[in-house]
């Protein structure tokens, strides 16, 4: 399991956790920090997926550069 599966495990329990509160202000932070581990959950996807586009962005670059080359 990845980090951000990872950190989506642990807002679930959290918004559990505020269901079951009593009423009083952890109910509240539970939700703040379900809303954190999620928060968090989708920078590591997005840096996943930054990630995986690098090397056929860095292609796309390269390929641009032999077509100018050959076209000049």
């Known amino acids: ?3 951000a599966l990872e ?4 807002s679930s ?3 559990w ?3 079951q509160a009593d009423g009083s202000d952890s109910g ?3 939700l703040f920090m379900a809303q954190a581990w999620i928060a968090l959950a989708r920078q590591v996807q997005a840096r996943e997926l930054q990630q995986q586009e ?3 962005r ?3 670059v390269e390929l641009s550069a032999v077509v100018r080359k050959r076209v000049a």
């Open 7 to 10: 950190y989506i495990e642990q």
């Open 28 to 30: 509240f932070l539970y």
């Open 13 to 15: 329990k959290c918004f």
């Open 1 to 3: 399991m990845g980090p």
């Open 58 to 60: 860095s292609l796309e």
């Open 54 to 56: 690098s090397p056929h």
């Open 17 to 19: 956790l505020s269901q």
